[in-house]
Structures are given as C-alpha cells and as structure tokens.
C-alpha cells in the first residue's frame, strides 16, 4: 500500500521507521540528522547506527528516499531493520559480526518528497543531481541535470545556492561515519530505471574510472561467485549515462587515502513491474514501484542476500582487500572487463 496522511503530516514509511527505532530502542542508536519544513509539517531526516563503535571498524551505510515517489528502496532498507532486530535474539553470528561492523541506516532522505509523492524535495530540486559538480561530457538534456527552474523534473538548484538540506545531510552522515573509517561502503536504493537491477558505482560524472576499481571488481567477483544467481548488472553509473550533481560522485571525491569508501547504488528496474501490470504506468508510484503486495514481497525478499553480502563482507575484509601485485592484476582485469563489457 502507497498512502500518506497529508492532513497529520505522516507517510506509512515514516511510520514505520519510527516503531522499528522505538521497539528497537536497546539496540539501534538513533538521532535527528535535519529536519525538512514543508508548509505546516516538520519531517525529521532520522538516522540510525547498530554495531561496533570502535573508529577503524569497517562500516556500511543503507540509505533510501533520496527520490520520493521510490519507496520501495526505503522499504527494503525497513525490512531489512526489522530483520535484524529479530535475529539478534538468537543468531549468535550476527552479533559477532557486529562486535566488528557497524551498519548505518538512512532510510528516508528525502521525507517531504515522499510524503507529497513527488521526486523531488519540497523545493523542487531532484536531490541526486544537487551536488556541485559538473559531468564532463554530455548529459542527457533535462535528464543530466538541468538548472532552468524546478517547473520540469530533474532540477538541480540555482547555481551557486546552498545544497538543499536532505543532500547536506546525506553528505554529513557519510562524512562523518564512513569516510572517516579504513574501509566502509555505502548502498542508496532506487527505482524506476531498466528490464533488470543494477549495482552502479562511481562515476556519474566522467568515463574515467574510479580509483578503487579494483576492489570494486573483487568485490563483484567475491558477490558473484558466492550467489551465482544474483540478479545484478554490475556497472559504472557512466556505462548507462552522465549525470551533473550526483551526490555518491561528490562523496567519493571527498574520501581521503588511506581509507576506502566504495559507495553503490542499487537500481531496480521498474519496467518489468510494469510490463506484468501495465495499468501501473497511469499512476506517479506505479511507475517506481511494484504495487501488488505479492510483488512487492518477491522484490524485498530478492535483495536481502546482498545487504547480507555487505556486512559479511565488511566483517572479513582481512581476508579479501587486495595489496600490491595482486591489486595491479586486478585493476587490469578490471578495466579490460568493463572496458568490451559495458552492461554486465
């Protein structure tokens, strides 16, 4: 069910994050990262942190809502809470790995722009294309970015003004609990593009290639050979189009050595939703989200290995991150891999 309660200034996503924090109150640490005013509602931008506070332990961060009318990334990042809360009543491996890891949860951006069941935020402006940065190359007209005003969809905001409050708080948490740690990866959840899901990661804004190409292949390679049949395409954001503003590209250049930060997006492709239930394309939320409950279930239960992938990952990272001669291969077979293979 997509719904929200326009008049007490509730959405069925929020609510639910609030009785997860709540019932979860021993173990999640939660805060108000900004609060995002919207005629005569407040909605807070909450995040939550579960797991080891030492500051060398690897970190994941879970993040969703950055696009209003997606709310299926923000309900996979909720069930996957939920999940958590109920197995570590009994999973003792769990809670070995989180003496180790901590995981970082943001589940709704962009709170006013679900709540109004729009893209963008309550301003107007398509928070993934709000950074500074500029694609170097051609952008798709509008859909690139575009700073002619927040009357057409993918705004970017006035040159020169201030990043919006939900973008600058996204940037904030990842500041200050990912970059600043040895080795920590962000996952931001979307939909609403493509047959398939996609795993893209850095760059949006350029063809060249990021830094940390090759532990962003081990990493696909580690996924693949341990769940064969992933649904994933795993890609640089590029290899589909450039793009002014993206937040993880303006993250990613913010990140120091020697600590890693390999920030992904997980894309899920709408348009097979669709095509199974066509009249979904007359409706904003049909267009983003699988409607039917039975969907919407396989959906959620078809990407839960892969948050597990990162946190196990993340756990044993002594054993995989790649040094020296061996790093060298990699970033050969790398970038010879996406290279002649530029959508798998």
């Not at 008049?7 to 939660?30: P, W, Y």
């Not at 579960?50 to 970190?59: E, F, L, Q, T, V």
Request: proline fraction near 7%.
């Amino acid at each position: 069910m997509i719904e929200s309660n326009m008049a007490s200034g509730s959405f069925v996503e929020l609510d639910d994050l609030k009785a997860i924090l709540a019932e979860g109150a021993g173990r999640f640490e939660s805060r108000t990262v900004a609060e995002v005013p919207v005629g005569q509602h407040t909605f807070p931008i909450l995040s939550a942190t579960i797991g080891s506070n030492a500051p060398d332990a690897p970190a994941i961060g879970f993040f969703g809502g950055v696009h209003g009318l997606e709310r299926i990334g923000t309900q996979l990042i909720l069930d996957y809470m939920r999940a958590l809360l109920r197995r570590m009543e009994w999973d003792e491996q769990l809670h070995a790995q989180l003496r180790a890891v901590r995981l970082v949860f943001m589940p709704i951006v962009n709170p006013g722009g679900m709540w109004a069941g729009t893209r963008a935020n309550p301003n107007g402006v398509d928070l993934m294309r709000n950074a500074p940065q500029n694609a170097e190359g051609s952008a798709p007209f509008l859909a690139g970015g575009q700073r002619i005003g927040p009357w057409l969809p993918w705004y970017r905001g006035a040159r020169k003004s201030p990043m919006e409050i939900e973008s600058a708080a996204l940037l904030a948490t990842v500041k200050q609990e990912l970059m600043s740690r040895p080795l920590s990866f962000a996952l931001d959840c979307h939909s609403g593009f493509g047959w398939g899901d996609s795993i893209w990661f850095p760059y949006a804004r350029t063809v060249r290639q990021m830094q940390h190409l090759p532990e962003m292949y081990l990493l696909k390679t580690m996924f693949e050979q341990g769940y064969p049949h992933h649904p994933y395409v795993f890609e640089p954001q590029s290899h589909r189009y450039l793009l002014h503003g993206d937040l993880w590209d303006c993250a990613y250049d913010q990140a120091r050595p020697p600590n890693i930060f390999l920030p992904m997006t997980l894309e899920l492709g709408s348009w097979r939703w669709i095509k199974k239930n066509p009249r979904q394309i007359f409706t904003r939320a049909g267009i983003f989200n699988p409607i039917k409950a039975h969907r919407t279930a396989r959906v959620i239960r078809r990407h839960a290995s892969f948050f597990e992938f990162l946190t196990r990952a993340a756990f044993a990272s002594h054993r995989w991150l790649p040094q020296e001669e061996h790093r060298r291969q990699l970033l050969l077979r790398a970038t010879e891999h996406w290279r002649h293979r530029p959508a798998s």
